[in-house]
Protein backbone atom coordinates (compact mmCIF):
# COMPACT_ATOMS: atom_id res chain seq x y z
CA UNK A 1 0.00 0.00 0.00
CA UNK A 2 2.75 2.39 0.10
CA UNK A 3 3.17 4.67 -2.77
CA UNK A 4 6.68 6.64 -2.71
CA UNK A 5 6.20 8.94 -5.26
CA UNK A 6 3.16 10.61 -3.79
CA UNK A 7 2.81 13.81 -3.91
CA UNK A 8 4.54 14.64 -0.09
CA UNK A 9 7.26 11.97 -1.05
CA UNK A 10 10.16 12.20 1.13
CA UNK A 11 8.62 13.80 3.94
CA UNK A 12 8.00 12.54 7.22
CA UNK A 13 5.27 12.76 10.26
CA UNK A 14 4.37 11.87 13.38
CA UNK A 15 1.27 10.70 14.59
CA UNK A 16 0.25 10.15 18.09
CA UNK A 17 -2.95 7.79 19.20
CA UNK A 18 -2.56 5.94 15.85
CA UNK A 19 -2.96 2.42 16.39
CA UNK A 20 -6.46 2.54 15.39
CA UNK A 21 -9.64 4.76 14.71
CA UNK A 22 -9.00 8.23 13.55
CA UNK A 23 -5.14 8.32 14.27
CA UNK A 24 -4.79 4.91 12.19
CA UNK A 25 -6.96 6.19 8.91
CA UNK A 26 -4.63 9.58 8.77
CA UNK A 27 -1.32 7.28 8.71
CA UNK A 28 -2.31 5.15 6.31
CA UNK A 29 -3.70 8.17 4.16
CA UNK A 30 -0.20 10.37 4.77
CA UNK A 31 1.89 7.17 3.77
CA UNK A 32 -0.37 6.96 0.10
CA UNK A 33 0.86 10.69 -0.28
CA UNK A 34 4.19 9.20 0.08
CA UNK A 35 5.29 10.28 3.98
CA UNK A 36 7.08 8.34 6.14
CA UNK A 37 4.93 7.62 9.08
CA UNK A 38 6.14 7.18 13.45
CA UNK A 39 2.89 6.00 15.10
CA UNK A 40 2.21 5.86 18.88
CA UNK A 41 -0.69 4.52 21.46
CA UNK A 42 0.29 3.05 24.64
CA UNK A 43 -0.76 -0.56 24.08
CA UNK A 44 2.62 -2.07 21.97
CA UNK A 45 0.90 -4.98 20.91
CA UNK A 46 -1.80 -2.98 19.09
CA UNK A 47 0.73 -0.31 17.87
CA UNK A 48 2.95 -3.19 16.46
CA UNK A 49 -0.09 -4.69 14.23
CA UNK A 50 -0.50 -1.08 12.93
CA UNK A 51 3.10 -0.62 11.75
CA UNK A 52 2.45 -3.78 10.40
CA UNK A 53 -0.66 -3.06 8.21
CA UNK A 54 0.70 0.07 7.27
CA UNK A 55 3.57 -1.57 5.64
CA UNK A 56 7.81 -0.46 5.50
CA UNK A 57 7.61 3.53 5.68
CA UNK A 58 6.10 2.87 9.20
CA UNK A 59 7.38 2.89 12.71
CA UNK A 60 6.14 2.18 15.87
CA UNK A 61 6.78 3.54 19.65
CA UNK A 62 4.43 2.36 22.40
CA UNK A 63 4.32 5.12 25.04
CA UNK A 64 1.76 7.34 27.04
CA UNK A 65 1.20 11.31 25.34
CA UNK A 66 1.75 12.55 27.98
CA UNK A 67 4.80 11.06 29.58
CA UNK A 68 8.00 12.92 28.76
CA UNK A 69 10.41 10.13 28.56
CA UNK A 70 8.11 8.34 25.80
CA UNK A 71 8.07 11.69 23.86
CA UNK A 72 11.73 12.29 24.06
CA UNK A 73 12.06 8.63 22.43
CA UNK A 74 9.95 9.11 19.44
CA UNK A 75 12.05 12.47 18.28
CA UNK A 76 15.34 9.94 19.22
CA UNK A 77 13.67 7.29 16.80
CA UNK A 78 12.49 10.05 14.45
CA UNK A 79 15.68 11.42 13.90
CA UNK A 80 17.57 8.23 13.70
CA UNK A 81 15.11 6.24 10.91
CA UNK A 82 13.81 9.00 9.18
CA UNK A 83 16.63 12.16 9.76
CA UNK A 84 13.67 14.97 9.53
CA UNK A 85 10.60 16.13 10.67
CA UNK A 86 7.93 17.41 8.45
CA UNK A 87 4.56 16.80 9.64
CA UNK A 88 2.93 16.76 13.24
CA UNK A 89 -0.42 15.16 14.18
CA UNK A 90 -1.43 15.32 17.27
CA UNK A 91 -4.32 13.02 17.69
CA UNK A 92 -3.89 11.19 20.95
CA UNK A 93 -6.85 12.59 23.05
CA UNK A 94 -9.18 11.17 26.55
CA UNK A 95 -12.31 11.49 27.67
CA UNK A 96 -12.88 9.32 30.41
CA UNK A 97 -15.03 10.81 32.60
CA UNK A 98 -19.25 11.75 31.90
CA UNK A 99 -21.75 13.98 33.60
CA UNK A 100 -21.94 17.71 34.80
CA UNK A 101 -19.05 19.55 35.48
CA UNK A 102 -20.51 20.91 39.16
CA UNK A 103 -19.77 17.29 40.27
CA UNK A 104 -16.76 16.59 38.31
CA UNK A 105 -13.62 15.23 39.56
CA UNK A 106 -10.88 17.21 39.69
CA UNK A 107 -8.05 14.67 39.47
CA UNK A 108 -9.88 13.80 36.32
CA UNK A 109 -10.23 17.26 34.78
CA UNK A 110 -6.62 17.35 35.14
CA UNK A 111 -5.67 14.16 33.45
CA UNK A 112 -7.75 15.05 30.66
CA UNK A 113 -5.96 18.55 30.73
CA UNK A 114 -2.50 17.06 30.88
CA UNK A 115 -3.61 14.77 27.82
CA UNK A 116 -5.38 16.36 25.68
CA UNK A 117 -4.23 20.07 25.86
CA UNK A 118 -0.50 19.81 27.59
CA UNK A 119 0.20 17.15 25.91
CA UNK A 120 -0.65 18.87 22.49
CA UNK A 121 1.72 21.80 23.49
CA UNK A 122 4.43 19.49 24.64
CA UNK A 123 4.54 17.59 21.61
CA UNK A 124 4.85 20.52 19.38
CA UNK A 125 7.26 21.90 21.65
CA UNK A 126 9.62 19.00 21.26
CA UNK A 127 8.62 18.74 17.62
CA UNK A 128 10.17 22.44 17.07
CA UNK A 129 13.01 21.53 18.59
CA UNK A 130 13.80 18.70 17.04
CA UNK A 131 13.78 20.53 13.43
CA UNK A 132 10.04 20.46 12.65
CA UNK A 133 10.09 22.85 9.42
CA UNK A 134 13.59 23.27 8.66
CA UNK A 135 13.22 21.71 4.91
CA UNK A 136 12.10 23.97 2.04
CA UNK A 137 9.06 22.82 2.27
CA UNK A 138 8.23 23.97 5.95
CA UNK A 139 6.18 21.83 8.49
CA UNK A 140 2.71 21.54 9.41
CA UNK A 141 0.21 20.77 12.38
CA UNK A 142 -2.46 19.63 12.46
CA UNK A 143 -4.66 19.23 16.12
CA UNK A 144 -7.97 17.34 16.44
CA UNK A 145 -10.05 19.61 18.21
CA UNK A 146 -14.00 18.76 18.75
CA UNK A 147 -17.22 19.96 17.83
CA UNK A 148 -17.67 19.66 21.49
CA UNK A 149 -15.25 22.52 21.66
CA UNK A 150 -17.70 25.19 20.02
CA UNK A 151 -20.96 24.40 21.42
CA UNK A 152 -21.85 22.94 24.85
CA UNK A 153 -22.27 18.98 24.45
CA UNK A 154 -24.25 17.24 27.63
CA UNK A 155 -21.96 14.80 29.60
CA UNK A 156 -18.39 15.52 27.88
CA UNK A 157 -18.71 19.41 29.02
CA UNK A 158 -14.90 19.24 30.48
CA UNK A 159 -13.59 17.43 27.30
CA UNK A 160 -15.39 20.14 25.64
CA UNK A 161 -13.38 22.52 26.99
CA UNK A 162 -10.43 20.81 26.82
CA UNK A 163 -10.63 20.91 23.17
CA UNK A 164 -12.05 24.71 23.26
CA UNK A 165 -8.33 25.31 24.23
CA UNK A 166 -6.89 22.86 21.66
CA UNK A 167 -8.25 25.38 19.06
CA UNK A 168 -7.49 28.53 20.68
CA UNK A 169 -3.63 26.68 20.98
CA UNK A 170 -4.08 26.11 17.21
CA UNK A 171 -4.70 30.10 16.56
CA UNK A 172 -1.90 30.77 19.26
CA UNK A 173 0.86 28.72 17.85
CA UNK A 174 0.01 29.73 14.19
CA UNK A 175 1.35 33.24 14.72
CA UNK A 176 3.96 32.36 16.83
CA UNK A 177 5.44 29.42 14.87
CA UNK A 178 4.83 31.18 10.91
CA UNK A 179 5.88 31.18 8.66
CA UNK A 180 8.23 28.48 9.14
CA UNK A 181 5.41 26.10 10.39
CA UNK A 182 1.59 26.35 9.60
CA UNK A 183 -0.67 25.23 12.29
CA UNK A 184 -4.17 24.02 11.88
CA UNK A 185 -7.02 22.11 13.43
CA UNK A 186 -9.95 19.61 12.81
CA UNK A 187 -13.10 19.53 15.31
CA UNK A 188 -15.34 16.66 13.96
CA UNK A 189 -18.63 15.42 15.01
CA UNK A 190 -19.04 11.63 15.67
CA UNK A 191 -16.91 9.94 14.15
CA UNK A 192 -17.16 6.02 14.08
CA UNK A 193 -14.56 4.74 16.23
CA UNK A 194 -14.00 3.44 19.65
CA UNK A 195 -13.70 6.08 20.84
CA UNK A 196 -17.12 7.25 20.10
CA UNK A 197 -19.31 3.86 20.44
CA UNK A 198 -20.90 4.63 23.52
CA UNK A 199 -22.82 7.84 21.38
CA UNK A 200 -23.95 6.08 18.45
CA UNK A 201 -24.03 1.97 19.16
CA UNK A 202 -27.43 -0.02 18.81
CA UNK A 203 -29.23 3.47 17.59
CA UNK A 204 -26.47 4.96 15.10
CA UNK A 205 -29.57 5.55 12.54
CA UNK A 206 -31.63 7.85 15.22
CA UNK A 207 -28.38 9.75 16.20
CA UNK A 208 -27.44 10.07 12.15
CA UNK A 209 -30.54 11.61 11.99
CA UNK A 210 -29.61 15.12 12.99
CA UNK A 211 -26.79 14.81 10.83
CA UNK A 212 -28.05 17.13 7.22
CA UNK A 213 -25.33 14.81 5.14
CA UNK A 214 -26.94 11.78 6.78
CA UNK A 215 -24.88 10.20 8.45
CA UNK A 216 -22.20 9.39 11.06
CA UNK A 217 -18.09 10.49 10.38
CA UNK A 218 -15.51 7.94 9.29
CA UNK A 219 -12.10 7.94 10.06
CA UNK A 220 -11.32 8.33 6.55
CA UNK A 221 -13.24 11.54 6.33
CA UNK A 222 -10.99 12.98 8.94
CA UNK A 223 -7.88 11.89 7.25
CA UNK A 224 -8.61 13.39 3.86
CA UNK A 225 -8.98 16.56 5.48
CA UNK A 226 -5.56 15.94 7.72
CA UNK A 227 -4.53 15.16 4.77
CA UNK A 228 -5.15 18.03 2.82
CA UNK A 229 -4.31 20.57 5.29
CA UNK A 230 -0.74 18.66 5.89
CA UNK A 231 -0.11 18.92 2.08
CA UNK A 232 1.07 22.22 -0.23
CA UNK A 233 -2.34 22.61 -1.57
CA UNK A 234 -2.92 24.14 1.91
CA UNK A 235 0.36 26.25 2.28
CA UNK A 236 -2.03 29.58 2.49
CA UNK A 237 -4.11 28.03 5.23
CA UNK A 238 -3.10 28.84 8.99
CA UNK A 239 -4.63 29.17 11.88
CA UNK A 240 -7.72 27.29 11.04
CA UNK A 241 -10.44 25.12 12.79
CA UNK A 242 -12.09 23.09 10.04
CA UNK A 243 -15.38 21.72 11.40
CA UNK A 244 -16.40 18.57 9.89
CA UNK A 245 -19.36 17.24 11.20
CA UNK A 246 -21.72 17.03 8.71
CA UNK A 247 -23.43 19.81 8.85
CA UNK A 248 -24.55 18.93 12.62
CA UNK A 249 -23.69 22.18 13.84
CA UNK A 250 -25.89 24.38 11.39
CA UNK A 251 -28.39 22.17 12.22
CA UNK A 252 -28.62 23.69 15.77
CA UNK A 253 -27.23 19.56 16.46
CA UNK A 254 -24.49 19.06 19.55
CA UNK A 255 -22.13 16.42 19.43
N1 LIG B 1 -14.42 9.64 17.42
C1 LIG B 1 -15.01 10.83 17.52
O1 LIG B 1 -16.25 10.94 17.43
C2 LIG B 1 -14.18 12.07 17.69
C3 LIG B 1 -14.79 13.31 17.48
C4 LIG B 1 -14.06 14.48 17.65
C5 LIG B 1 -12.73 14.40 18.00
N2 LIG B 1 -12.13 13.18 18.21
C6 LIG B 1 -10.73 13.17 18.59
O2 LIG B 1 -10.02 12.36 17.68
C7 LIG B 1 -8.87 11.80 18.34
C8 LIG B 1 -8.80 10.31 18.07
O3 LIG B 1 -9.99 9.70 18.53
P1 LIG B 1 -10.52 8.29 18.01
O4 LIG B 1 -11.98 8.42 17.90
O5 LIG B 1 -9.74 7.83 16.84
O6 LIG B 1 -10.18 7.37 19.28
P2 LIG B 1 -9.92 5.78 19.38
O7 LIG B 1 -10.55 5.05 18.27
O8 LIG B 1 -10.26 5.43 20.78
O9 LIG B 1 -8.33 5.67 19.18
C9 LIG B 1 -7.49 6.32 20.08
C10 LIG B 1 -6.05 6.00 19.73
O10 LIG B 1 -5.21 6.78 20.58
C11 LIG B 1 -4.44 5.92 21.45
N3 LIG B 1 -4.41 6.60 22.74
C12 LIG B 1 -5.44 6.83 23.59
N4 LIG B 1 -5.01 7.47 24.68
C13 LIG B 1 -3.69 7.69 24.49
C14 LIG B 1 -2.67 8.30 25.27
N5 LIG B 1 -2.93 8.83 26.48
N6 LIG B 1 -1.40 8.32 24.79
C15 LIG B 1 -1.12 7.76 23.60
N7 LIG B 1 -2.04 7.17 22.81
C16 LIG B 1 -3.30 7.13 23.27
C17 LIG B 1 -5.19 4.59 21.42
O11 LIG B 1 -4.35 3.48 21.69
P3 LIG B 1 -4.05 3.00 23.23
O12 LIG B 1 -5.38 2.87 23.89
O13 LIG B 1 -3.29 1.73 23.08
O14 LIG B 1 -3.21 4.09 23.82
C18 LIG B 1 -5.67 4.56 19.99
O15 LIG B 1 -4.63 4.20 19.12
C19 LIG B 1 -8.99 12.21 19.81
O16 LIG B 1 -8.21 13.36 20.06
C20 LIG B 1 -10.46 12.56 19.96
O17 LIG B 1 -10.69 13.49 21.00
C21 LIG B 1 -12.83 12.02 18.07
Not at 90 to 116: H, M, S, T, W
Not at 193 to 221: C, H, S
Amino acid sequence: MTHPDGPLSGRTALVTGASRGIGLAIARRLIMEGVSVCVTARRAEALADAVAELGERAIGVAGAADDPAHREEVFARMTSEFGRLDILVNNAGINPVYGPLAGLDLDAARKVFEVNVIGTLAWTQQAVRAGLGEQASGGAIVNLSSVAGDVPSPGIGWYGVSKAAVSHLTRTLSVELAPRIRVNAVAPAVVKTRFAEAIYEGREDEVAAAYPAGRLGTPDDVADAVAYLCGDGAGWITGQVLTLDGGLLNAGGTA
